[in-house]
């Protein structure tokens, strides 16, 4: 697995991870020089290898030479995973860290932001993962590896249900996004306003929308016959999006519902609030 990305994006978090999940994970290492790692017989057992432009030599157009050369060799699967932010968020990291870009020298971080991204784009291009870790958490990132990369024998794609906000944005890991602004809103009344949808009088006030069991049924009905395609399509990693307006109420409760529905088809099953526990946000 070559593992590469934008800077502060995640790559050593990602390689660390992978080392944890057993791969055997080094750092920097020229795409030139991995074909000495490969012995007539392929890998003894997993490798992830990071490269990116601190790397010694890069150059994007003789990188996907090179793993087009790597990709055709015998013996070996090859995968391009890419580690993406938004450059917001690469900003402040770089300035909460206190770090410089490799790219900057001395001119502010969005330049050096702004020249990797032209040297990278192709490389995204044929990236056969893309991560987003604009939204993520250090265990959100291990989350999403452990789905697309574990190493352990399983059958299907591993499922994530994230509700979220739409004022905050869409999920931009989201394979199925859906849009449950359309029922009750608990947040017109009082008394439900502070609790979420993981509180039994929110759950039931939205139950009462005599337009909700036909939508989830229908709901559930179009996700069904999706799961197994995605698994003979090769799919890993499943992730179904459930928004409202303010991330707390409806969409909370519908990403709960699905997930227990989910719990019968599959046990590789997670759930995440994306939103709930942000300040400001309210349906």
Same mark, same amino acid.
Request: aromatic fraction near 8%.
């Given at each position: ?40 017989g ?44 938004? $450059?917001?968020? +690469? ?6 860290? /206190?770090r410089? %870009?490799?790219?900057? *020298?001395?001119r =502010?971080? !969005? ?61 931009? $890991?989201?394979? +199925? ?6 029922? /009750?809103?608990? %947040?017109?009344?009082? *008394?439900?306003? =502070?609790? !979420? ?10 139950s ?9 049924d ?18 890993n ?8 307006t ?15 529905? +989910? ?9 995440? %609030?994306?939103?709930? *526990?942000?300040?400001?946000? !309210?349906?």
């Amino acid at each position: 697995m070559l593992v590469t990305g934008v800077s502060g994006a995640g790559k050593s978090s990602a390689l660390k991870v992978l080392e944890d999940l057993g791969y055997e994970a080094v750092d920097n290492l020229p795409v030139s020089l991995i074909g000495r790692l490969v012995s007539d017989g392929g890998l003894p057992h997993p490798i992830a290898i990071g490269t990116d432009i601190r790397t010694r030599g890069f150059d994007a157009g003789g990188f996907l030479r090179d793993l087009e050369q790597l990709i055709q060799r015998p013996g070996v699967d090859v995968t391009l995973l890419f580690l993406d932010c938004d $450059d917001e968020i +690469l900003g402040r990291r770089f300035e909460e860290t /206190r770090r410089r %870009h490799p790219l900057a *020298d001395e001119r =502010p971080i !969005s330049d050096g932001l702004r020249q990797e991204r032209e040297q990278m784009d192709k490389v995204r291009e044929q990236a056969g993962v893309l991560i987003d870790t604009s939204d993520m958490e250090l265990k959100d990132l291990k989350r999403t590896l452990e789905g697309h990369f574990a190493l352990d024998a399983h059958t299907g794609p591993a499922i994530f249900v994230t509700s979220f906000s739409f004022r905050r944005g869409l999920p931009r $890991d989201a394979d +199925l996004v859906f849009d449950v602004r359309f029922l /009750r809103n608990p %947040h017109y009344d009082p *008394d439900l306003r =502070p609790l !979420s949808g993981c509180d039994e009088s929110v759950s039931a006030y939205i139950s009462e929308d005599e337009g909700f069991q036909p939508f989830f049924d229908n709901l559930t009905r179009l996700i069904e016959p999706l799961i197994p395609r995605y698994a003979e399509e090769g799919k890993n990693y499943l992730t179904i999006a459930v928004g409202c307006t303010g991330g707390r109420h409806r969409s909370v409760f519908v990403a709960e519902k699905l997930n227990t529905w +989910l719990g019968g088809k599959t046990t590789r099953l997670q759930l995440r %609030h994306r939103d709930l *526990d942000k300040t400001g946000n !309210s349906d």
